[in-house]
């Protein structure tokens, strides 16, 4: 079982920055590969970005390509989201999630395809 907690949401003006983490308790942890997902008020859960297990392969959504990057820290048990040129549209919870199935296969943009979610961080992007 792994236990997922986030930090370093926050509110930050449009083209700012912000690192989100997620610390991982479990010994599964270096084994799952991670992602990030958002909500929006009123909107669906979205995928946001995925990291293979040794943190060698990621994945991002189209709209955040170029702008955040994924990591991760097995020693540390953290997964990291470094998210630069915010936009108020990336205004959301962000929740980090754990696949221990571990793959980061065609499936690991789909909510189902995590085991264990955090309680999100908020962000806010002001205009």
């Known amino acids: 079982q792994i236990q997922l907690v986030e930090s370093g949401g926050g509110l930050v003006q449009a083209g700012g920055s912000l690192r989100l983490s997620c610390v991982a308790s479990?010994?599964?942890?270096?084994?799952?590969?991670m992602g990030w997902f958002r909500q929006a008020p009123g909107k669906e859960r979205e995928f946001v970005a995925g990291?293979?297990?040794?943190?060698?392969?990621?994945v991002y959504e189209d709209s955040v390509t170029g702008r955040y990057t994924i990591s991760r820290d097995n020693a540390k048990n953290t997964v990291y989201l470094q998210m630069n040129s915010l936009k108020p549209e990336d205004t959301a919870v962000y929740y980090c999630?754990?696949?221990?199935?571990?793959?980061?296969?065609?499936?690991?943009?789909?909510?189902?395809?995590?085991?264990?979610w955090g309680q999100g961080t908020q962000v806010t992007v002001s205009s």
């Open positions: 999630a754990a696949d221990t199935a571990g793959g980061l296969g065609p499936k690991i943009r789909l909510k189902n395809e995590y085991d264990y």
């Open positions: 479990g010994r599964t942890f270096s084994s799952s590969a």
């Open positions: 990291l293979s297990p040794k943190g060698l392969r990621k």
